[in-house]
Nanobody, 128 residues
Framework: QVQLVESGGGSVQPGGSLRLSCVAS????????IGWFRQAPGKEREGVSC????????YDADSVKGRFTISRDNAKNTVYLQMNSLKPEDTAVYYC?????????????????????WGQGTQVTVSS
């Protein structure tokens, strides 16, 4: 059974850090690009970060550039999202998703629909 499971969410004060994990089962992550997305109440799902399978190239949305870092550990079949200097506007449900064809260096050519497998999400709340 193909499955992605996110973990690591929680509540943190502004300026704090969290590390999200996305663990795959039923398939090998290193054949897929992995994206992290987030969705806040009343807003559309937006892409946050992406890491390619072919060369490890990455994409980060302008809103998180310099604060979030995506990485992958193929041996553990896991992708991470290190989130530093968190802001209240980062509050959302965070999802990871896998795509067999997305190349993250040209991320803006793709849409949410290009990602085939999705996790169930993990809540991140940034509040004082």
């Amino acid at each position: 059974q193909v499955q992605l499971v996110e973990s690591g969410g929680g509540s943190v004060q502004p300026g704090g850090s969290l590390r999200l994990s996305c663990v795959a089962s039923g398939f090998t992550l290193d054949h897929y690009a992995i994206g992290w997305f987030r969705q806040a109440p009343g807003k559309e799902r937006e892409g946050v970060s992406c890491i390619s399978s072919s060369d490890g190239s990455t994409y980060d949305a302008d809103s998180v550039k310099g604060r979030f870092t995506i990485s992958r550990d193929n041996a553990k079949n896991t992708v991470y999202l290190q989130m530093n200097s968190l802001k209240p506007e980062d509050t959302a449900v965070y999802y990871c998703a896998a795509s067999a064809w997305v190349y993250c260096r040209t991320y803006n050519y793709y849409t949410v629909a290009d990602f085939s497998f999705w996790g169930q999400g993990t809540q991140v709340t940034v509040s004082s």
